[in-house]
């Protein structure tokens, strides 16, 4: 895991070990609807190709399949292939099902958002300068613990949230609550913490219960540590190498999650039904803030359009989800390969399917 741990924008560089295999294998799992002409989807196709793409692609609008494949395979090693089915560790996007969990206890009566952390959390340090939504929003202050020179030592061993939230929580505050945004993972490693406090249920138990289950996200779940394993992903580094630890009780609510791309888009069509979150919740979450930030999601604009986004990075996966709630647009790219530029992919396949 590196230090940013869950927002990765560097360039990927695959060996010519991984160009064959996508040759070998491009093709050979097709999902795609003929919604839009055929010559758009064989140009999505060309692009992933090109860009030695391996992992899965889902593009919805109007509640409409546009596009959905998978490019190599689940793990090098076998036979199986990638396909909308397969689960991919989510990393950072795991934080707008953390953000959702919160939203849900808030419309239960259990918490409010504009609490200050002291009330659930009494001897933690700041606690009543800190509110749920700096949590949320980034803007809390709290340093971000994956990026202390001493995580790399701790990333493969088996934490509890009171002992994540030891190795930052006495540190200095890097700016007061509430007046700048800084992405920390920190954040969300309390906010899960507090999500166990209230509820009285472990975070996967209230992650499952709450929302996994209402939606049937059947292939989405707390992450295992082993990989490449019946449906879920190897994941792998640039250099081909695949990713052999991690101890996934350390991204916790910050990135623990797994999940695959048909899921994502039953997660996508719950905001539009209303499933999880009435329209006033849902209306706070997408509302942005210091750095474009919403709930678990930030709030940009892309062609004049508003959209809603999360990427996330963690060791041998890079992820983006991206909906655009104008045109029900949903474009989910899961890679299995580390440190892949998925944001920008997933913009140039916006404009591709734009463009017709």
Do not use: C
């Given at each position: 895991m590196i230090p940013c741990?869950?927002?990765?924008?560097?360039?990927?560089?695959?060996?010519?070990?991984?160009?064959?295999?996508?040759s070998a294998c491009?093709?050979?799992?097709?999902?795609?609807?003929?919604?839009k002409p055929a010559k758009m989807n064989q140009t999505v196709e060309q692009y992933a190709i090109e860009q030695n793409?391996?992992?899965?692609?889902?593009?919805?609008?109007?509640?409409?399949?546009?596009?959905?494949?998978?490019?190599?395979?689940?793990?090098r090693y076998d036979?199986?292939?990638?396909?909308?089915?397969?689960?991919?560790?989510?990393?950072?996007?795991?934080?707008?099902?953390?953000?959702?969990?919160?939203?849900?206890?808030?419309?239960q009566g259990l918490l409010s958002i504009q609490d200050?952390?002291?009330?659930y959390l009494p001897d933690f340090p700041n606690g009543d300068k800190i509110r749920i939504k700096h949590l949320l929003q980034h803007s809390a202050g709290l340093p971000n613990f994956t990026a202390l020179s001493t995580f790399k030592d701790i990333k493969n061993t088996p934490h509890t949230p009171e002992q994540l939230?030891?190795?930052?929580?006495?540190?200095?505050?890097?700016?007061?609550?509430?007046?700048?945004?800084?992405?920390?993972?920190?954040?969300?490693?309390?906010?899960?913490?507090?999500?166990?406090?209230?509820?009285?249920?472990?975070?996967?138990?209230?992650?499952?219960?709450?929302?996994?289950?209402?939606?049937?996200?059947?292939?989405?779940?707390?992450?295992?540590?082993?990989?490449?394993q019946n449906n879920i992903a190897q994941g792998y580094l640039p250099s081909g190498a695949n990713i052999t630890k991690l101890s996934m009780t350390v991204p916790f609510a910050a990135g623990a999650l797994v999940s695959s791309a048909n899921d994502l888009h039953k997660w996508d069509q719950s905001f539009y039904n209303n499933t999880l979150l009435n329209?006033?919740?849902?209306?706070?979450?997408?509302?942005?803030?210091?750095?474009?930030?919403?709930?678990?999601w930030f709030i940009t604009q892309?062609?004049?359009?508003?959209?809603?986004?999360?990427?996330?990075?963690?060791?041998?996966?890079?992820?983006?989800?991206?909906?655009?709630?104008?045109?029900?647009?949903?474009?989910?790219?899961?890679?299995n390969v580390q440190n892949f530029p998925a944001a920008k992919f997933s913009n140039q396949l916006n404009k591709i399917i734009t463009n017709g």
């Open positions: 741990l869950f927002r990765i924008r560097t360039t990927l560089v695959i060996p010519t070990l991984l160009i064959a295999l996508l491009g093709g050979s799992n097709e999902k795609a609807i003929e919604i793409f391996s992992g899965a692609i889902l593009i919805v609008e109007n509640e409409q399949v546009l596009f959905s494949k998978g490019f190599n395979k689940v793990n036979t199986k292939l990638i396909d909308a089915d397969t689960v991919f560790r989510l990393a950072s996007i795991s934080k707008q099902f953390t953000a959702t969990g919160i939203m849900i206890l808030q419309e200050t952390l002291n009330v939230i030891a190795l930052f929580k006495d540190r200095a505050l890097e700016f007061d609550p509430g007046t700048q945004y800084k992405y920390s993972n920190s954040g969300y490693i309390v906010l899960g913490h507090l999500i166990e406090k209230v509820s009285g249920m472990t975070y996967q138990d209230f992650i499952n219960t709450e929302i996994f289950h209402p939606l049937e996200m059947a292939q989405s779940g707390y992450g295992k540590d082993e990989l490449g329209e006033a919740s849902q209306k706070s979450m997408f509302t942005p803030d210091l750095g474009n930030a919403g709930l678990g892309s062609n004049g359009e508003l959209r809603y986004v999360h990427s996330g990075g963690i060791d041998g996966f890079s992820t983006y989800i991206a909906r655009y709630p104008k045109s029900k647009k949903l474009i989910v790219v899961l890679s």
